[in-house]
């Protein structure tokens, strides 16, 4: 089936430095690439996402970057703050179902 | 406000007794669905609704149903529950269904344990 894969799953930065997320998806119908950010015991709620007929999107310090022809999209948080500190997923949609992936735990370092 | 609301917020029960999760949205959104978040394994879609009495099966559909009478609302249904259903749930919605999608607005989730 259809799948996500998400790297890495823990990543540590000092505050100031930028921090990447990896994902890539298999299914080539996906069209629609959303990220979340879910502090502790919150709700997962929605940063930046992007469309398939777009390469790249910025907003502020977050920006997400997709390469259609191999499957896989990124998000780039420049001059992190320990705010940052959370868990953050990429998902990929089709025409109506949405696949997840496993998660990053991001801690930004004071 | 705009929001997604699920209830009850917690949820302790017993092997094989029937139990609803309730969703309701108030935004008028096309798009509803169910996700289950487990440790290590992120959110995984349970069911999902493209429009009223329209529903289909996510990735991990067995032992749970749904169902779209009315717009506003998306009721997670487990007719027999097991401890492997124990989990965080998430009710989301978001004002297209179709290719192109839109954000998915999240409820508060509902933390069920079934013993």
């Known amino acids: 089936g259809e799948n996500v894969e998400q790297h890495p799953s823990t990543l540590s930065v000092q505050e100031g430095d930028s921090a990447v997320i990896k994902c890539t998806y298999s299914?080539?119908?996906?069209?629609?690439f959303p990220w979340y950010k879910q502090e502790l015991g919150k709700r997962p709620q929605l940063i930046i996402d992007?469309?398939?007929?777009?390469g790249e999107k910025k907003d502020q310090r977050i920006a997400v970057t997709l390469n259609k022809t191999a499957k896989h999209f990124s998000l780039h948080i420049t001059e992190t703050q320990p705010e940052d500190s959370a868990v953050y997923f990429c998902?990929?949609?089709?025409?109506?179902?949405?696949?997840f992936g496993t998660g990053t735990r991001l801690k930004v370092l004071a | 406000e705009a929001q997604v609301t699920q209830n009850p917020r917690y949820l302790i029960t017993v092997t094989g007794k029937k139990l609803t999760v309730t969703c309701s949205q108030n935004?008028?959104?096309?798009?509803m669905s169910w996700y289950r978040q487990d440790p290590g394994l992120g959110l995984r879609q349970i069911y999902y609704?493209?429009?009223?009495?329209?529903?289909d099966k996510g990735d991990v559909p067995e032992g749970y149903k749904v169902s779209r009478k009315e717009k506003r609302n998306f009721p997670l249904i487990l007719e027999s529950p097991s401890p492997n259903q124990t989990s965080l749930y998430f009710c989301?919605?978001?004002?297209?269904?179709?290719?192109?999608?839109?954000?998915?607005?999240f409820g508060n989730g509902t933390r069920l344990t079934v013993t």
């Open positions: 998902a990929a949609k089709g025409t109506y179902k949405y696949i």
């Open positions: 299914d080539s119908a996906s069209n629609y």
């Open positions: 992007i469309r398939s007929n777009v």
């Open positions: 989301a919605s978001s004002l297209v269904s179709g290719t192109g999608g839109s954000p998915l607005h």
């Open positions: 935004m008028n959104h096309e798009y």
């Open positions: 609704s493209m429009n009223v009495e329209v529903t």
